[in-house]
């Protein structure tokens, strides 16, 4: 299960320079890294009209995807989830996945990016959960960095969410697009019956991971 937080900040405040430099430190450091970037423009995917996708679409299909040799790219109308089904729907294998934008998610972890040119005044008060600054100027607040020390940023990031921690059961559940919080003891429970039932079935002997979706109603 990928650890999430996301890069915040006003238009134009560098949010993508940062999440690039940030990025590249991370995976030069081996981490299997995912980025999501919310944006509020529309159909940015080149899907034109007459193509096979978009014929599809407008047949009535819900969601087409183009599985090609490089890539794998999908047309889907689905609801707007939040980012931290996103992340677990769309990277489950990767280390970390980091956004950009989300900052009104209630629950996202958030580092904003400020800039003096574009604004002086800080997001950090108005939105939740703003667990530290990146600027060009001295904000005053406690684990702010300067918008050009990205080896301290990355240091923050990696032992506020990579440091050695005690073991958890890795076990995510989610329902209707809507991360459910469960204790450690369920988790451990979970996982044991999870992979204990699967065990009694033929061909799972290797496996490592178990993907499972439950419907209360059909088809």
Not at 34 to 44: E, M, P, R, Y
Not at 47 to 74: E, F, M, T, W, Y
């Amino acid at each position: 299960m990928p650890i999430c937080f996301s890069f915040i900040g006003w238009h134009n405040s560098g949010k993508t320079t940062v999440v690039e430099k940030v990025v590249k430190e991370l995976v030069q450091k081996g981490l299997n890294v995912g980025v999501i970037k919310s944006t509020k423009h529309a159909s940015l995917a080149e899907n034109p009209p007459g193509s096979d996708s978009h014929r599809l679409q407008k047949a009535g299909a819900s969601a087409v995807a183009l599985a090609c040799p490089d890539q794998l790219i999908v047309f889907n109308h689905t609801p707007r989830y939040n980012f931290e089904y996103l992340a677990f729907h769309l990277f489950p294998d990767a280390d970390i996945v980091i956004g950009e934008g989300f900052k009104n998610d209630p629950e996202v972890l958030k580092i904003e990016v400020a800039r003096k040119e574009v604004s002086d005044e800080l997001l950090y008060d108005k939105v939740p959960n703003v667990i530290g600054i990146v600027a060009d100027f001295d904000t005053g607040k406690e684990n702010s960095f300067h918008i050009d020390d990205i080896h301290g940023l990355v240091k923050f990031i990696k032992e506020k969410f990579l440091a050695p921690k005690d073991v958890e059961p890795q076990v995510e559940m989610f329902g209707d697009g809507k991360k459910i919080y469960l204790k450690y003891f369920v988790r451990k429970t979970l996982k044991g019956l999870i992979f204990g039932f699967a065990s009694a079935l033929r061909g799972t002997e290797n496996i490592e991971k178990l993907e499972i979706m439950a419907k209360q109603k059909g088809p």
